[in-house]
């Protein structure tokens, strides 16, 4: 992630979201921001590699009660995705390890179709209606993943891991506030 100190901001309406995004609880530092902007504006799905839990509490409280949260080894979780897809909903899919599961390829690669005037997106054996609404976040404990390139292709890898100069920033805006 580019570090240059909000960098990637350019207009007001980004100082409008990053405002939000920090009353979410998005540590407000240069470095959680760029990373933020860059899940923001990103094509793919963000995979963010986050052991102190910033980003994963940021997500919670951004999208707030209609998120829905899964993992890997939850039994409804692809009825869970198939819910939030046609619905709109949000997905947060924790604690990922170093593979994901290959029934989320279709929804990872945004495999949307288009038949008979709808949307569609194909999850095991049914197509299932695409809302436009629904998106869907990654996130790892591990501190140094190392995804093969299969899995680096279908989403963006996002560290969110805690640097010195973001640490430094984050208690400079805790002293500021006290």
Same mark, same amino acid.
């Given at each position: 992630?580019?570090? #240059? !100190?909000? /960098?990637?901001?350019?207009?007001? !309406? ?14 407000? +530092? #240069?470095?959680? &921001? ?7 504006? #990103?094509?793919?799905?963000?995979? =963010? ?7 994963? *509490?940021? &997500?919670?409280? $951004? @999208?707030? @009660?209609?998120?829905?949260?899964? %993992?890997? *080894? =939850? ?6 995705? @198939? ?5 709109? #909903? ?8 170093? @593979?994901? %599961? ?11 179709? $288009? ?5 569609? &997106?194909?999850? !095991? /054996?049914? %197509?299932?209606?695409?809302? %436009? ?20 292709? *279908? ?13 430094? +920033? ?9």
């Amino acid at each position: 992630p580019c570090t #240059s !100190g909000y /960098s990637l901001r350019a207009t007001l !309406g980004d100082e409008v979201a990053i405002r939000s995004w920090t009353i979410s609880k998005l540590p407000n +530092d #240069s470095y959680s &921001i760029d990373n933020a902007i860059m899940l923001s504006r #990103s094509a793919r799905w963000p995979l =963010m590699i986050d052991p102190q839990g910033q980003a994963n *509490k940021w &997500i919670r409280n $951004k @999208e707030g @009660e209609f998120l829905k949260i899964i %993992d890997l *080894k =939850m039994k409804n979780m692809l009825l869970t995705v @198939e819910n939030a897809i046609q619905f709109g #909903s949000p997905v947060l899919l924790e604690n990922v390890e170093e @593979e994901l %599961d290959p029934s989320l390829e279709p929804v990872l690669l945004k495999q949307v179709f $288009k038949k008979g005037g709808q949307y569609l &997106i194909r999850l !095991g /054996s049914s %197509d299932v209606p695409y809302n %436009d609404e629904f998106r869907f976040f990654v996130t790892t404990k591990l501190a140094n993943p190392h995804y093969l390139p299969e899995v680096c292709i *279908k989403v963006t890898i996002i560290n969110f891991t805690v640097t010195m100069l973001g640490l430094e +920033d984050q208690l400079l805006v805790d002293v500021i506030k006290n």
